[in-house]
C-alpha cells in the first residue's frame, strides 16, 4: 500500500481529510484557509486544465509528484521545491520527554501562525490546526515548539508543521514532538510518514533518530494561475 504516498494528498483527500476538501472524481483541492493541496488522479494535462478551471480565485496551488513534471499552461511554475518524503515502519523506544508537551486548541491559533511564520515549516494557515491532533510546547506563555499531523492517506498519516522557535534551539524539542505525533499514530493502527527538505539536513537525522527511513524523492510546484 506504500505506493499510494506517490500521491498522499490525492489519497488524502478521498479518506481521511476528505471533510476538508472539495473537487471532483478528477481534481480535488484543499479550502484555501486549510491548506494550498491539490491532486490529481493522474498527472494529465486535461486534469490540469479541471484544476484550473474550478481552483478558485488567483491564490496558488501546490501540487506534489514523487518525479520532475513540465506543468502545462495555462498555469504558471512560482517556485519548485526537491523534497524527500520519509516513512517509520517500527516505532523506537521513546526517550523521556524532558518537556511537558500539551494539545494545541483554536486559542492558540496567533502563537501558532506567528511561530510557522518565524520558522517556515511549510504552509500552514489559520485553519490547519483542522488537520488534528497539533500539541507544542510553552516556555512560560510562549509557545516555542509544535508539532501536528496533515494528510491523513488511508493508514497512512503525515508529520506536519515541526518548528522550534529559533531562541529555543538544541533542548530536543523537535524530537520529542515527533516522537509523540508517531507514539499517537502507531496507537492509532496508522504508519507515520512525513516530508522534509532534501537539504535540511538537521531535520532529517532527528526523523532518521526517531525511526524515519527515506521512500521516495517527492517534488513540491508553487503552481499560479497566469494573469491574464
Known sequence: MEELLASPAWHALNSGNKSLGFGNEKVKYFAGDVSPFAALVANANENFQLLHEIHPGDRPAL??????????????????????????????????????IVPLFEKHIPQMLDLTKLTNPGPFAKRTIEFGHYAGIFEGEQLVAMAGQRLLAYEYAEVSAVCTHPDHTGKGYAKQLVDHQVKRIFAEGNIPYLHVRHDNIAAIKVYENTGFCKSRDMYFYVLKKAVI
Open 63 to 100: 501540487f506534489m509528484s514523487e518525479v520532475e513534471i513540465s506543468i502545462p499552461q495555462p498555469w504558471q511554475v512560482a517556485a519548485v521545491i526537491k523534497g524527500i518524503q520519509m516513512v517509520c515502519k517500527i516505532q523506537k523506544p521513546n526517550e523521556k520527554s524532558s518537556a511537558v
